[in-house]
């Protein structure tokens, strides 16, 4: 019996799906080729797509390890009984297809996968409780990423999204993102040791004047974080200015020095203290204007992020990524429509 006659109309049809959702090759559909002996569990393969009879124990994320070398590219195993992806175990002898290609390197096919929440943090304290809507206590954050792990979240680092923007890659399951502005001191102290408990990737902005201040993170703190490899250190100005607003009787050439001073300035010192090249700029207060906008791409700034409330489809302007602002007063159900606000409501404000 041929390989592909084992499969039924079922098996050839996932087979041709794959094939319309992997990157054409040719002006044309490309047509599976069958190998001339599975190997192992194989029952059949193409181009695009493997066919694996499942053993006992077997899940989308040890297919996806042994299969395609990362576990968290299980959203590419699905068995031909359910093509949705929504089943993430297998019966015994249950045929599952591997997707050997993105599927979906937009993210335009899922619901829940269209938009990508941006979280933002600002401070931290270790007390059990916060005393400033802006300061979130070490154990709300601390719940709050037990939860992201408990409902299969996949934290990813914000440097993903420029390839995922640009249609390149795709992202894992349920993909969020953790930001943290401004560079108070509770981001290492509180914010660090959790983060990294938990193996969470996070983006901490930084205003550069603020650093080694009284409550502000040192640049000792910043580079010890950088080095971490699961921190990203980025920009959030030099000063905090509303770098939207002209002061009254500035020219053209004073704006101009003083939005290379709030832009440069930053970039040169944190590259130089943490030794990562510096791609990302959140705007103060979360404003941003055409002209800030356009000095940004003329000085190759590849991601720019507001406050504005939302998540970010992979049609998202890079510039002006949405963000869901995390706050202290939030309990575990406002921080859950947080999240559900992001990745399944409209983008609006």
Not at 55 to 66: C, E, F, K, Q
Not at 196 to 216: H, R, S
């Amino acid at each position: 019996m041929r390989t592909f006659e084992r499969l039924g109309a079922w098996g050839l049809s996932a087979i041709a799906l794959s094939a319309c959702q992997s990157e054409p090759k040719a002006s044309i559909t490309p047509v599976p080729v069958a190998i001339a002996a599975p190997k192992s569990d194989e029952i059949a393969r193409s181009d695009n797509v493997l066919i694996v009879t499942a053993r006992s124990g077997d899940t989308a994320a040890n297919l996806a390890a042994h299969y395609l070398g990362d576990a968290a590219l299980r959203a590419r195993v699905r068995p031909l009984s359910d093509p949705s992806g929504r089943t993430q175990v297998f019966k015994t002898g249950e045929p599952v297809a591997i997707f050997l290609h993105p599927l979906d390197p937009g993210g335009t096919l899922g619901a829940a996968a269209e938009r990508v929440p941006i979280l933002c943090y600002h401070r931290f304290t270790a007390r059990e409780r916060s005393t400033s809507r802006m300061e979130v206590s070490a154990a709300t954050f601390e719940e709050q990423l037990r939860f992201l792990r408990a409902q299969g979240y996949s934290p990813v680092p914000l440097k993903d999204l420029v390839s995922f923007l640009s249609g390149r890659s795709e992202l894992p399951p349920k993909p969020v993102v953790i930001t943290i502005d401004d560079g108070y001191r509770s981001a290492y102290t509180v914010a660090f040791p959790l983060l990294a408990k938990y193996k969470v990737p996070a983006t901490v902005f930084i205003y550069t004047d603020f650093v080694g201040a009284g409550e502000a993170l040192t640049w000792s703190q910043l580079s010890e974080m950088a080095s971490s490899k699961l921190i990203d250190v980025e920009s959030h100005s030099r000063t905090h200015g509303d770098l939207t607003k002209r002061p009254r009787g500035e020219g053209e050439a004073a704006y101009q020095r003083r939005m290379k001073s709030e832009l440069d300035t930053p970039r040169r010192l944190l590259e130089e203290k943490t030794a990562q090249a510096v791609r990302f700029f959140a705007f103060p207060y979360g404003a941003a204007s055409p002209a800030l906008l356009s000095d940004l791409r003329k000085d190759d700034w590849q991601l720019g992020l507001t406050v504005i409330r939302g998540g970010n489809p992979s049609w998202a302007e890079p510039l002006l990524l949405r963000r869901e602002m995390i706050f202290g007063s939030d309990t575990l159900d406002g921080f859950v429509r947080r999240l559900d606000h992001a990745t399944q409501a409209p983008n609006s404000p």
